[in-house]
């Protein structure tokens, strides 16, 4: 079990750094009763220069504030304060390679109507990157992805993720490693937590956008393969299709780029270290770790303006 928090952890909660054991929120809260939150998954990495680099910072942000509008969520916070608070939260932490976890929660209301404020909580947490050996046996869940006419799934809701915990649950009981999801109408949609990617004759497919949550580690891919030449094309496909598939992948903030050994009974027939999605593994690789002020790895840091050291 990965330990989250100890007695001298810090988080930021609603403006200040505080103990992760002595923070307290709202049990009347509406998040907690109905799933009602949103949240983001980020990592940060340490680079090849050594500095801490979150990853992508400003698309978690943004994505955060887009699925507080969908839910009807008050938001008053900046990408850049929140960026801020974040390297703060990791450096009181002593992390570089880490996950970073904030979420936006509700005030307590047991009725269904919006409330006039939110409050935010960023919780960070040590994750080394992945090594990219390992293989998945992944299984086709009995579970659908929610769908997008019930739930805004472009929203990264908490309540949207029963359904990732029950799949999950189902493939791993069944002895698999992860769950494949599909859509309301069949297709191939998405893991838990995860897009996928399947490889045919050096060329990658992935679920077109309108059913599935748009990964920002998915739009990473998009553009190694432009960088590549990797032809890639975003459509819609069956299981059965993605059954002829030379090679295949989830793609995630927290999986990073990893391969499938299997999908229920089909073995995928490419060695992995042969395939193109090995290639864009590597890269993805690269380009985490990579300095903040090179040109691969340029992402725009946010000035950080006073960085208090003690709590
Ligand atoms: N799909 C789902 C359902 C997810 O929870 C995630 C993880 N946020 C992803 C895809 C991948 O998204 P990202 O690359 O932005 O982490």
């Not at 103990?19 to 009602?36: P, R, T, V």
Request: with cysteine; charged share 20%.
């Amino acid at each position: 079990m990965t330990n989250y928090y100890n007695n001298n952890t810090i988080l930021f909660l609603n403006g200040e750094f505080v103990k992760a054991a002595e923070a307290k929120m709202d049990l009347y809260s509406q998040s907690l009763h109905y799933g009602y939150s949103v949240f983001e998954g980020i990592r940060s990495y340490k680079t090849t220069n050594g500095e801490t680099k979150i990853f992508k910072a400003v698309e978690h942000y943004e994505r955060l504030k887009n699925s507080a509008a969908a839910m009807n969520m008050p938001y008053h916070w900046s990408t850049e304060e929140l960026i801020n608070a974040t390297y703060d939260v990791l450096a009181k932490n002593n992390l570089q390679d880490a996950y970073i976890r904030p979420v936006v929660y509700a005030p307590a209301n047991m009725k269904f109507d919006v409330n006039e404020q939110s409050f935010i909580v960023i919780e960070a947490w040590a994750m080394q990157p992945f090594l990219g050996d390992q293989l998945l046996r992944i299984m086709t869940s009995s579970f659908e992805r929610p769908n997008p006419k019930g739930f805004k799934i472009h929203a990264k809701a908490a309540g949207h993720y029963v359904n990732s915990i029950l799949a999950s649950q189902e493939a791993k009981a069944a002895g698999y490693d992860e769950a494949l999801l599909t859509d309301m109408n069949g297709f191939a949609a998405e893991g838990p937590g995860a897009n996928l990617f399947y490889e045919k004759d050096g060329q990658l497919f992935t679920p077109a956008l309108g059913n599935i949550l748009p990964g920002i580690t998915r739009a990473t891919v998009l553009e190694l393969c432009k960088e590549l030449s990797i032809e890639v094309e975003e459509k819609f496909f069956s299981i059965e299709e993605l059954k002829t598939a030379d090679a295949a992948f989830f793609c995630g903030t927290a999986a990073e780029v990893i391969g499938f050994e299997s999908l229920d009974e089909y073995k995928f027939p490419m060695k992995w270290n042969d395939s193109v999605s090995r290639k864009i593994q590597v890269a993805y690789k690269e380009l985490v770790a990579a300095p903040s002020n090179s040109p691969r790895g340029g992402e725009p840091q946010p000035h950080k303006a006073n960085l208090v050291e003690e709590v």
